[in-house]
Nanobody, 120 residues
């Protein structure tokens, strides 16, 4: 599976962005998909994940109520709608695919990352 993330950019605090991650391969619908982020000087952290059928989303507490993960298993794409952005959301955002049960643990495939910069 190859993943291509896009949609990042500069935005003012309180604004919105939608990240997209396009996947190649015919088995996209069998993978849990996740979004992670890494801010300068910090470790990469889990942001959100979605079950293979799109029925369940999981979020880190800091983005609950502001971010929404979704997927289109026909278009082989996963999205991260980010609203009410804060400066602390500034990071490189990565999409990833996991072929095992559960949203935590090692992910098998990673995209290249897209920069999100939120100014105050």
């Amino acid at each position: 599976v190859q993943l291509q993330a896009s949609g990042g950019g500069p935005v003012q605090a309180g604004g919105s962005l939608r990240l997209s991650c396009a996947a190649s391969g015919r088995t996209f619908s069998s993978y849990i998909m996740g979004w992670f982020r890494q801010a300068p000087g910090k470790e990469r952290e889990f942001v959100a994940a979605i079950s293979a059928n799109g029925g369940t989303g999981y979020y880190v507490d800091s983005v609950k109520g502001r971010f929404t993960i979704s997927r289109d298993n026909v278009q082989n794409t996963v999205y991260l709608q980010m609203n009410s952005l804060k400066p602390e959301d500034t990071a490189v955002y990565y999409c990833a695919a996991r072929g095992k049960f559960g949203v935590l643990g090692d992910y098998d495939y990673w995209g290249q990352g897209t920069q999100v910069t939120v100014s105050s």
